[in-house]
């Protein structure tokens, strides 16, 4: 099942099993069509709710340094709840935006954007409507299935630069990842090589894990669990050429990846940003201007 479908079906038998509960919890003297809203209503109401556990736990578990006001956690955790909504109540399950046609100049950067844990392709729209990457001959992949193993992503990863680079005449891509995206990267990488890979930018990329990685459903989440053989066997296999060739952008204010060091890897350059969470970032000016640079800087170089 695509995460599309996944997201439709789940989202129909929450609004149902809310609006049956409704209907069990409502005095007899309600009208009855009171029941539909509020079960429309359940998920604009669990959304901010998981989001703000994640942000105690990380207060708890890995306080963020430096500390900040109130204001700026509750100015964080409203951003990550719109942002969550926007991509998982519309453009994950009702986006039918497909890839824009490539144009076959070699000299254009070809770059290939790969989204992260329960995501699909649709996560990228703002930053391709926003035009950031006009100049760039751009793609985007689906990593299925939804709750598979990472490593098997790498062919998924593969197949996609294979097509890249086919229709666009580039000899080497730029890979834009976010989140669990960048691991399926680095699991390209060390199955293909980088050969054909000119550089990888992450944005909060769990590097080193997180702990909801144990909370996670399928493989992928386990393997991003702190500490799990997986990532273990992805660092020990990496050159300090290959590392040299990675841009970490990471957010002091990551909901998710908790300890907060996780997207930074030893010996990749690092951009560090304020104000924004985990997923919210990919929607985030100020990271698309770090992107658009390294851009031009490989193309300059």
Same mark, same amino acid.
């Given at each position: ?8 079906? @789940?989202? +129909?038998?929450? !609004? @149902?099993?809310?609006?049956? *509960? ?22 604009? #109401? ?11 736990? $990380? ?6 340094? %430096?500390? @900040?006001? *109130?204001?700026?956690?509750? &100015? ?16 994950? %399950? ?11 100049? %070699?000299?254009?950067?070809? /770059? ?32 299925? %299935? #939804? ?25 080497? #891509? ?22 054909? /890979?000119?550089? !990888?930018? @992450? ?5 080193? &894990?997180?702990?909801? $990685? ?16 997986? +990532? ?14 990675? #841009? ?9 990846? /908790? ?5 930074? +890897? ?9 104000? /924004? ?25």
């Amino acid at each position: 099942m695509t995460l599309a479908n996944h997201l439709r079906l @789940t989202l +129909l038998v929450v !609004v @149902t099993a809310g609006a049956a *509960l409704a209907a069990w919890w409502l005095p007899d003297t309600s009208p009855h069509w009171l029941a539909l809203p509020i079960g429309f209503a359940l998920p604009f #109401v669990f959304a901010p709710i998981m989001l703000g556990i994640q942000v105690l736990v $990380g207060a708890i578990v890995d306080p963020r340094q %430096p500390r @900040t006001t *109130l204001m700026h956690v509750l &100015g964080v955790w409203w951003r990550e709840t719109l942002a969550s909504l926007h991509v998982f109540l519309w453009l994950q %399950p009702f986006s039918t935006r497909s890839d824009a046609a490539l144009v076959r100049d %070699p000299q254009r950067p070809a /770059v290939l954007l790969i989204h992260g844990y329960v995501c699909n392709r649709a996560v990228w729209q703002p930053l391709l409507n926003a035009g950031v990457l006009r100049d760039c001959n751009v793609a985007t992949v689906n990593l299925e %299935p #939804v709750f598979g193993d990472i490593d098997g992503y790498a062919e998924v990863v593969a197949a996609a630069i294979d097509r890249l680079l086919a229709a666009s005449g580039a000899a080497r #891509v730029i890979l834009v990842c976010h989140s669990m995206g960048g691991l399926a990267a680095r699991a390209y990488l060390r199955r293909f090589g980088d050969v054909r /890979v000119d550089r !990888v930018i @992450t944005l909060a990329a769990p590097h080193h &894990g997180t702990v909801f $990685g144990r909370l996670g459903m399928g493989t992928n989440a386990k393997q991003m669990a702190a500490g799990s053989p997986f +990532l273990e066997d992805l660092a020990a296999n990496e050159s300090e050429a290959r590392r040299a060739k990675f #841009v970490c952008i990471a957010t002091r204010d990551d909901n998710l990846l /908790v300890p907060r060091s996780s997207p930074l +890897l030893p010996g990749a350059s690092e951009r560090v940003i304020e104000g /924004v969470g985990h997923l919210a970032l990919i929607e985030d000016q100020r990271a698309w201007r770090i992107v658009a640079e390294e851009i031009r800087s490989v193309a300059r170089a």
